[in-house]
């Protein structure tokens, strides 16, 4: 574990439109930053801004500007990362792969990243924020329909979230509840509202990272591509009204997003994706019988919703992590790691494999773990590297073996993987 608190020096350029955020700096901080010396740049990061730079962006950062100007991930110009032989590595040295991985694969799986390079972008002096209060059963369903398949084609500058709860935020004593509320405020007054913060607070409450937030919290997410159908939504009603304080997060993607093809970088869920959606459920009583509980409801959540929700691979936000999609064993495996693997990154097959790393480096000492990738081998090991495509090689065998049995793949002009680490083990190792 490595305290990344003290790294939280952030240098805001605005004649460059960029700024060096050391990886300790929570978002909060860099909106802090931006906003005491530009009313009119902004960063497109998460809406939590409690949550630190070094996690959020590695996963790739899913947050209010995002239709209109991609994800946090997608506005990374150079990053600083510590290898596991303690070399500073740049853009440069790093090399374009690995690189590549930082933003989206999850950080810790390749390295500690020190400090991101990041792109500012242009926001109006005033940007609009609303907020729709409705009770359950007041036409919910057929606001929500029609939110599914608007929501990802409006225009870019619109981000209708959605947040699906079962107490009321407000006290609504009308009825229909209509209380609206609307403010036309700097981007920084809307970072505060989307934090259910007031409009005009002092701007020092986003350097406070200790915000409570959930004592105890279960949750996994989904991506969903065709709209939920009435009978689906009726299902989300029924069992959000079972259980005490469960939520759903609805995140329109579109725009921006899907500007970006699947591949090009690790988070694949681009074109095709109408939203993501978040379901979770938080309690305070640690107790194993309240605990579990908890977790046995939103695991029947989970396998409900499965007809409604993106199939083959049925996917999942790699920062929302779920750790029912499996953790780390003793026998890290391909076929297990292929779970969470294919639900985070869709084609987990197309991983990186070392160019030039002794087969039995590879599988005795790394391995496959949760959350990490064979690119995380370029960590300890960090050569130069080539992606392979596993689906040509027998499912459950370890990185290891199919390098030492060949290893055939899409880049065989290249050689085949047990190629290249023959002539490392001859010449060089
Ligand atoms: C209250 C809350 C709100 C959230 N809101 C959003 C949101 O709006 N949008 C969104 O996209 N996500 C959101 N998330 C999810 C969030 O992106 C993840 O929890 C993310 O992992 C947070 O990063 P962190 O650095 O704070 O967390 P940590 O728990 O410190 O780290 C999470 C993972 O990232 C790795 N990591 C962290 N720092 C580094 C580093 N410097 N180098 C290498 N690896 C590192 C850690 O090893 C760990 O595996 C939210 C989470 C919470 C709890």
New binding site residues.
Partial sequence: ??D?SN?SEIDIDLEEEMAWIQ??A??GHLYYEIAKKSRVHAFP????????????????????LMRKFG??ADNVIDAH?MDAKGRILDRKSMGEDFFWA?RGG?????????AWKLKLVHVPEKVSVFRVHRMLGENTINLLQQWEHTAYLLPRGVQFRHRFLQEPVINCTERPCLKKECHEVPWIGSVLFLYNKRVDESLEVLLDNSVP??KL?QGTSDFVKTPIPEKGWKMIQRLLLEEERPMIIL?PLGGRIDEFSETELPFPHRKGNLYNIQHLVNWDDNSESVSSKKIKWMRKFYREMEPFVANSPRTA?????DLDFGTNQEDYSYSKAKMWGEKYFKRFERALVLERSPPYIVKKQFGFQR?RSLASFTMQLPRKVKFMDFRRCTPGVGAGGIIGGGGLGPLTKFGLAGDECCRCSRDEC
Wanted: net charge neutral.
């Fill in positions: 574990m490595v990344m790294l990886a300790g929570t978002l990061g998460g809406i939590c801004y409690t949550t630190g730079s070094g996690g959020l962006i590695s996963g790739g950062g899913l947050g209010s994800l946090a990362v930082i999850g950080g810790s799986s390749f390295g500690i990243i020190l937030v959930y919290l995140d936000y790699i920062n929302y992590r959350g």
